[in-house]
């Protein structure tokens, strides 16, 4: 039996799934915990044996051969960024946007002429990649210029990739080169005003994750066993959303969709689609968003960020969603346990009932930062909107991933916690989406998938996604 092996390198879990290629199904999946402190493969080869016994229950190992085996890898804190640009709304925005887009946490952001200060800042930040950006093709070179100098004058030596106006690229080329340090060069990600084009940046962003830091990260050790860690693993759900979204020459897809990835420490939400505005007299401002649009959430989290989801939600809306008006809930001492016991999985009904209490907060709180938002103007030809990001009024599926959803008794409640809300009208949030879960866990490993057997990797997320 012919079978793709794809490991996902997860920050708490490492996750196993074994694909059949002729029957076209999941044939086993596997997990443990995740040991990059240590060695990598410790966590993999305890998760490995418990996938072979699983497998071993329909068909002898010998019997099957692993024809690839690929992997992604959010361990050791996934990849962590700092996005240059020129106007914060503009370039420094369609930088953010091209980095995440490829995986990245994005730790800060930083605009115009940078400072000593403000290097020093980005030389101590415990990042991985810069990403050096600014000006359209043609306009401002100045300042790209000025910030690649700063880079080589306090001598940070981090993969930088160059997404900014064409017209500086030889003089940057030239400064770093001299400086000899590692670069790499991609198309800008804001050619014109308000027009994006960050899947260059995107690419170039996954080959220095590929090339250097998984090396940096101890990851090296895992390449013995398998052919290659491909992508950050949050790269790789945005590649299934995509490829789920948009299918193939010989799949279709099955439209727009939003993915909702809640985790320990944060809550991912992916959106693919245009999201132009669907109601008349609405008007689009600012930066587009890209069709495959990723956002990161780093104070919503399940259990590393259970404190920063108190500060950012307060006790109020946790107390609406735990639905017990006469039980007196201590929120502060439950999220203060979940912050200090990382590990921790609910036992109790109560621990369950918080748990998804948090998980709605996440939710409706991501999803709120991530759609699209309407602001009313007025004009001599009477009230008109502008909209600023993503109309996902009319987005027809919503998925949810993540330990807190896969293993509810009501993903649905969870998942509609980031639905339209009549109270704040301005925030386009989809009306009436069916709502899927991903009880197998195999979105990363379907995004593994698409990038060899796009045709695959569809079939089997339309035959596994549930519709709860």
């Known amino acids: ?16 799934t074994a694909i059949d290629l002729v029957g076209e199904r999941i ?9 990059v402190e240590d060695n990598i493969m410790i966590g993999f080869d305890k998760a490995y044996s418990k996938l072979v016994k699983k497998i ?9 051969e692993f024809v690839d085996k690929i992997a992604c890898s959010s361990a050791a804190g996934g990849l962590k960024m700092v996005a240059i640009g020129l106007v914060p709304e503009l370039t420094a925005e369609a930088a953010k946007k091209a980095a995440l887009g490829a995986g990245a946490r994005v730790m800060k952001t930083y605009s ?3 400072n000593s200060r403000e290097m020093e800042e980005i ?3 415990p990042i991985d990649i810069i990403l050096l950006a600014g000006g359209t093709d043609g306009g401002n070179k100045e300042c790209i210029i000025h910030n690649a ?13 160059v997404a900014g106006n064409k017209a500086a690229s030889d003089e940057i080329e030239k400064i770093f080169s001299e400086a000899k340090l590692d670069y790499y060069m991609a198309d800008n990600v804001m050619p014109k005003i308000n027009k994006l084009n960050v899947e260059p940046a995107r690419e170039e962003i996954r080959k220095v994750f590929m090339n250097k830091i998984i090396e940096a990260k101890g990851m090296k050790k895992a390449e013995n066993f398998i052919s290659g860690i491909l992508m950050p693993t949050p790269a790789a759900v945005l590649k299934a959303a995509e490829v789920l979204s948009e299918g193939t020459d010989e799949e279709d897809g099955i439209g727009d969709l939003i993915i909702v990835d809640i985790g320990g420490a944060t809550t991912d939400i992916h959106s693919i689609g245009k ?4 109601k008349p007299g609405v008007l689009l401002k600012g930066l587009e968003d890209p069709v495959a649009k990723r956002t990161v959430e780093g104070d919503l989290g399940m259990r590393y960020s259970a404190i920063s989801l108190l500060e950012a939600a307060g006790t109020k809306k946790i107390r609406n969603y735990l639905n017990d008006v006469d039980k007196k809930w201590d929120v502060k001492g439950h999220c203060s346990y979940r912050h200090d016991h990382i590990k921790m999985v609910p036992q109790t009904k109560e621990e369950i009932l918080f748990d998804e209490a948090m998980a709605k907060v996440a939710t409706e709180l991501s ?3 991530h759609c699209g938002v309407l602001e009313c103007i007025y004009t001599p030809m009477g009230t008109m909107f502008n909209q600023s990001g993503k109309d996902l009024l009319n987005a027809p599926y919503i998925i949810g991933t993540g330990g807190v959803i896969v293993h509810s008794e009501d993903p649905r409640g969870i998942l509609a916690a980031g639905t339209f809300n009549p109270a704040e009208p301005i925030y386009l949030k989809p009306e009436n989406p069916k709502f899927m879960v991903d009880k197998t866990y195999i979105l990363s490993s379907m995004g593994l998938l698409a990038q060899k057997e796009p045709d695959l990797a569809i079939k089997i997320m339309k035959k596994y996604l549930i519709e709860v």
């Open 275 to 278: 999201g132009e505005p669907s």
């Open 27 to 35: 044939l086993a999946t596997a997990k443990d915990i995740t040991t």
């Open 56 to 64: 071993e229950k329909e068909i002898p190992i010998s019997q099957v």
């Open 367 to 369: 999803m709120t930062r």
């Open 112 to 114: 115009y002429e940078l």
């Open 149 to 161: 100098r700063l880079i080589v004058e306090h001598d940070i030596r981090k993969p930088i990739v």
């Open 1 to 16: 039996m012919k079978c793709y092996l794809t490991i996902d390198f997860g920050s708490t879990y490492t996750k196993l």
């Open 123 to 125: 030389k101590s930040s």
